[in-house]
T-cell receptor, first 112, second 113 residues
Framework: KNEVEQSPQNLTAQEGEFITINCSYSVGISALHWLQQHPGGGIVSLFMLSSGKKKHGRLIATINIQEKHSSLHITASHPRDSAVYICAVLNAGGTSYGKLTFGQGTILTVHP | ETGVTQTPRHLVMGMTNKKSLKCEQHLGHNAMYWYKQSAKKPLELMFVYSLEERVENNSVPSRFSPECPNSSHLFLHLHTLQPEDSALYLC????????????FGSGTRLTVV
């Protein structure tokens, strides 16, 4: 079992729909990243969370440390939101060398 | 442009070739990373440099050799690679180890023939 599990693996939506991507992890963490990867490979960091909730435009990320769970929400989805969304956790404790452990990614396709 | 620049964007090399991947950041970050992304697998950490010192080698074969000559530049030297080494190689940087300003480059798509 992976330390970081994302669901769903694939998500198809119609433009305008509200989207939720979930991430569960099994290790103690000091922070969690949500990343966006477009075709062609480049990765953009959307959020880094250690508690609570963050919002940027149409994107909202929440984290529940006790439940070891985070969600990424996209409101009023648009075809340009089509990408792979990756959850990554920064392991806590010990000699943490900035090591991120990644989920397998969620492939989001938004149709017009 | 994210602030982390990787060159080349695409590379095709034979198994007997020697090539190098380059990563450059001018964000003032003091930690740099190499990641590998193979098809249908999660990103895997390869190497971590903090203040130009290698602090982690994540069981990477010796045919991959990193070099960090200064805090702004990171190289990955490649020699006698195998076809299974074909992947997207991503560089990232951060201020401190993993917490602040974690920024990825666009990656180098490597094909070994």
């Amino acid at each position: 079992k992976n330390e970081v599990e994302q669901s769903p693996q694939n998500l198809t939506a119609q433009e305008g729909e509200f989207i939720t991507i979930n991430c569960s992890y099994s290790v103690g963490i000091s922070a969690l990243h949500w990343l966006q990867q477009h075709p062609g490979g480049g990765i953009v960091s959307l959020f880094m969370l250690s508690s609570g909730k963050k919002k940027h435009g149409r994107l909202i990320a929440t984290i529940n440390i006790q439940e070891k769970h985070s969600s990424l929400h996209i409101t009023a989805s648009h075809p340009r939101d089509s990408a792979v969304y990756i959850c990554a956790v920064l392991n806590a404790g010990g000699t943490s060398y900035g090591k991120l452990t990644f989920g397998q990614g969620t492939i989001l396709t938004v149709h017009p | 442009e994210t602030g982390v620049t990787q060159t080349p964007r695409h590379l095709v090399m034979g198994m007997t070739n020697k090539k190098s991947l380059k990563c450059e950041q001018h964000l003032g970050h003091n930690a740099m990373y190499w990641y590998k992304q193979s098809a249908k697998k999660p990103l895997e950490l390869m190497f971590v440099y903090s203040l130009e010192e290698r602090v982690e080698n994540n069981s990477v074969p010796s045919r991959f050799s990193p070099e960090c000559p200064n805090s702004s530049h990171l190289f990955l030297h490649l020699h006698t690679l195998q076809p299974e080494d074909s992947a997207l190689y991503l560089c990232a940087s951060s201020q401190g180890l993993g917490h602040y300003g974690y920024t990825f480059g666009s990656g180098t798509r490597l094909t070994v023939v």
